[in-house]
């Protein structure tokens, strides 16, 4: 259930859904996805399903984890990456192994502690755990490579847009009843946003929980 064949499984998987970065791969494949839901859904932890975490909050599918952060990547490295939903901490705990250094906050308090405590557990000590309305981003760790949001926002956020650096890229579900997954990268002469693909998430609320 938890082995590295379960894991190997879940990676050939992924393959054959069209991700083709290596170094993402690698990072799902390191990633023990099982620590981060309730024991009770451990078997189910390497299916390509989301599940739920308490708080009507999800761990989102390993494909769209992958799927998310290979747009994010585009075959390059990451230096500063900001997550925002920090969640059960799993998509920061692969973010970990393929960015220098991770921010990610979380505004449920419980999720927070849970996530700040696996991460540790696990020792990725390039992650900052923050307990925080993500919407307007973390001005003060700006500017950012990377920018990854795991609840899908009603529009795109021109305050998260600022925080990117240039050349950066955000990826985000947008929209409400209907979702999409968009791309926005910021150029020296301003930005440019691509609608990828249809998603499902949870929506992105305002406060701390």
Same mark, same amino acid.
């Given at each position: 259930?938890?082995?590295?064949?379960?894991?190997?499984?879940?990676?050939?998987?992924?393959?054959?859904?069209?991700?083709?970065?290596?170094?993402?791969?690698?990072?799902?494949?390191?990633?023990?996805?099982?620590?981060?839901?309730?024991?009770?859904?451990?078997?189910?932890?390497?299916?390509?399903?989301?599940?739920?975490?308490?708080?009507?909050?999800?761990?989102?599918?390993?494909?769209?984890?992958?799927?998310?952060?290979?747009?994010?990547?585009?075959?390059?490295?990451?230096?500063?990456?900001?997550?925002?939903?920090?969640?059960?901490?799993? $998509?920061? @705990? +692969?973010?970990?192994?393929?960015?220098?250094? !991770?921010?990610?906050? /979380?505004?449920?308090?419980? &999720?927070? #502690? *849970?996530?700040?405590?696996?991460?540790?557990?696990?020792?990725?000590?390039?992650?900052?755990?923050?307990?925080?309305?993500?919407?307007?981003?973390?001005?003060?760790?700006?500017?950012?490579?990377?920018?990854?949001?795991?609840?899908?926002?009603?529009?795109?956020?021109?305050?998260?847009?600022? $925080?990117? @650096? +240039?050349?950066?890229?955000?990826?985000?579900? !947008?929209?409400?009843? /209907?979702?999409?997954?968009? &791309?926005? #990268? *910021?150029?020296?002469?301003?930005?440019?946003?691509?609608?990828?693909?249809?998603?499902?998430?949870?929506?992105?609320?305002?406060?701390?929980?």
């Amino acid at each position: 259930m938890t082995s590295q064949r379960t894991r190997a499984r879940m990676v050939e998987r992924l393959r054959e859904q069209g991700i083709r970065d290596e170094v993402v791969l690698a990072a799902m494949f390191e990633t023990p996805r099982h620590l981060f839901v309730d024991e009770a859904l451990a078997s189910r932890a390497y299916d390509d399903v989301s599940l739920p975490i308490n708080f009507n909050q999800t761990i989102s599918q390993p494909y769209i984890v992958a799927r998310m952060i290979e747009v994010l990547r585009a075959g390059n490295p990451l230096g500063r990456v900001l997550e925002i939903g920090t969640g059960c901490g799993y $998509q920061a @705990a +692969v973010l970990a192994h393929v960015a220098k250094e !991770v921010y990610t906050m /979380e505004r449920i308090q419980p &999720l927070y #502690e *849970r996530a700040r405590k696996q991460l540790r557990d696990l020792k990725l000590r390039n992650v900052s755990v923050r307990y925080a309305d993500g919407s307007a981003g973390l001005p003060e760790a700006a500017p950012f490579d990377g920018i990854i949001m795991a609840a899908a926002a009603p529009t795109l956020s021109a305050a998260l847009r600022e $925080q990117l @650096a +240039v050349g950066g890229r955000m990826v985000l579900p !947008v929209g409400m009843q /209907e979702q999409w997954l968009y &791309l926005v #990268e *910021r150029e020296a002469g301003g930005f440019r946003e691509t609608r990828l693909e249809p998603v499902k998430f949870v929506p992105l609320l305002m406060g701390k929980g």
